[in-house]
T-cell receptor, first 113, second 112 residues
């Protein structure tokens, strides 16, 4: 979606380093989400935030951290504690207050060697 | 979590053929969503369904919200090469609030 920007598109890091993935939105959506996708698999929820300064763990939060200091931004940090960090990471937004669809960014492919 | 059974996992068809895929669950859903993902890109919303029995079309795509509220299907008519990609079903369960549940995806290959 044009209103959700994930950067960078490709990211390479050495094992043991923390890395932060950026997600910015101009849709004025309240909720933001981070998903992880491994080859040939579906999407797994890492963290989500429904309002500024609040966020909740998803199904696979271990080794990840997030912040939500601004409505427009929801950065994800992949820490050295994440045992298998190489994956495709997707950010999504959603209008709050209804079962409205999630809108996805174009993803960041992280490779850790 | 992923508690949606999506089938088939993959499909190999000839251009011009029709395609059908479905998602089933033991849980009741309030909303069904169908997304398409191209390689290296994020999923794009194709169709959203909000009522049991609802049948909605988007061009050559048609999706239905099952009467039992536990399933949904997506049909693609007269497939073309650009239909290639991964199709995901997703839904909001009656009991899970804003947490979206995803299927594992159907990989579609269209041979010209």
């Amino acid at each position: 979606d044009g209103g959700i920007t994930q950067s960078p598109k490709y990211l390479f890091r050495k094992e043991g380093q923390n890395v932060t993935l950026s997600c910015e939105q101009n849709l004025n959506h309240d909720a933001m989400y981070w998903y992880r996708q491994d080859p040939g698999q579906g999407l797994r929820l890492i963290y989500y935030s429904q309002i500024v300064n609040d966020f909740q763990k998803g199904d696979i939060a271990e080794g990840y951290s997030v912040s939500r200091e601004k409505k427009e931004s929801f950065p994800l940090t992949v820490t050295s504690a994440q045992k298998n960090p190489t994956a495709f990471y997707l950010c999504a937004t959603q209008e709050w207050g209804s079962n409205s669809p999630l809108h996805f960014g174009n993803g960041t492919r992280l490779t850790v060697t | 979590g992923q508690q949606l059974n999506q089938s088939p996992q993959s499909m190999f068809i000839q251009e011009g053929e029709d395609v059908s895929m479905n998602c089933t669950s033991s849980s009741i859903f309030n909303t069904w969503l169908w997304y398409k993902q191209d390689p290296g890109e994020g999923p794009v919303l194709l169709i959203a369904l909000y009522k049991a029995g609802e049948l909605t079309s988007n061009g050559r795509l048609t999706a239905q919200f099952g009467i039992t509220r536990k399933d949904s299907f997506l049909n693609i008519s007269a497939s073309i090469p650009s239909d290639v990609g991964i199709y995901f079903c997703a839904g909001f369960k009656e009991t899970s609030g804003s947490r979206l549940t995803f299927g594992e995806g159907t990989q579609l290959t269209v041979n010209p």
